[in-house]
């Protein structure tokens, strides 16, 4: 019997894919009206000829969900929605490939999944973050030597401290244990102790930094407000987090080559938009090598 991830990749892989032209064409139908059913049934095109982009995004980057997890589905559901998500906002005048930029709305999505809904205890974003990322270099680590990476080695391939590392990683552990709230535990003491269950230590000091997931969230709302405040595009954008803020930044030649146009073109654009930047940081009084640096 065919489980239903299996079912979901099949369906993916059965859609033809669109040609550039056919996309800019159903974009351009998408902007003149998207309420519109031409613009629905285009939506719902581009939706169905990228769920094979979807199933991609989660191999490259959330392969730690393996397919036999119940959650694949509806990982693969979140991604579909960044899909539509991007054919509303996507603009074929700027330059890039629908392609390119649906593949941040893809990750975002379901990387919010992951991280928020996905939870009963929320994680702050760093956490997340580094979560992920040092899942991503331990396996990387041991296939290349055998063993196990350091914490020293996890947090430079992180970009954090040790000791911010370590709490991070001990909360994500934490939140991804799977431990029923019934499971009974036994202090020490005399005849054997206090039993209890684990739901009773549940409201226990807090599992994560509420501080640093307060000022995460207050960094997010400064770097919206300045790409409002420089006028950036949806792509402007996507290409400003590639870089900027992501754990492992893109490098140009990957963008170029996804986009279709020369690294060094990439490269421009890129410094174009944070002299954009800086002029609106300036404006506001706000450091933006400040805010960038600390994201």
């Known amino acids: 019997m065919i489980d239903i991830t299996t079912a979901w990749l099949d369906a993916a892989g059965s859609v033809p894919m669109l040609q550039r032209d056919e996309v800019i064409e159903l974009a351009r139908t998408i902007q003149a009206d998207p309420e519109s059913r031409p613009a629905l049934q285009a939506i719902n095109k581009l939706v169905a000829s990228n769920l094979r982009l979807v199933a991609k995004v989660w191999k490259s ?81 041991l296939a290349e030597h055998g063993k196990q990476p350091s914490l020293e080695l996890i947090a430079k391939a992180c970009k954090k401290k040790p000791d911010s590392c370590k709490r991070f990683l001990e909360a994500y552990e934490r939140c991804n244990a799977k431990t029923s709230l019934d499971q009974q535990v036994r202090g020490s003491g005399d005849n054997g102790g206090t039993v209890a269950t684990v739901a009773d230590f549940v409201t226990a000091p807090a599992q994560y930094d509420l501080a640093e997931d307060k000022r995460q969230e207050k960094l997010d709302r400064i770097i919206d407000i300045l790409f409002e405040a420089a006028g950036f595009t949806e792509a402007e954008k996507t290409l400003v987090r590639q870089r900027d803020l992501t754990t492992n930044p893109i490098p140009f030649q990957a963008i170029a080559l996804e986009v279709g146009i020369r690294p060094n073109s990439i490269r421009a654009i890129y410094n174009r938009c944070i002299r954009r930047l800086r002029k609106a940081a300036d404006a506001s009084g706000i450091s933006i090598t400040g805010t960038l640096c600390r994201a």
């Open 61 to 141: 980057n959330f392969s730690f969900v393996e397919a036999h997890d119940p959650r694949t589905v509806d990982l693969l559901q979140e991604g579909a929605l960044g899909v539509r998500h991007a054919a509303l906002k996507y603009d074929p005048t700027k330059g890039f490939t629908f392609s390119t930029y649906a593949v941040a709305w893809i990750r975002r999505y379901m990387g919010v999944f992951l991280r928020d809904k996905d939870r009963t205890i929320r994680l702050s974003a760093d956490c997340y973050a580094v979560g992920v990322a040092a899942g991503k270099f331990r396996e990387k680590y």
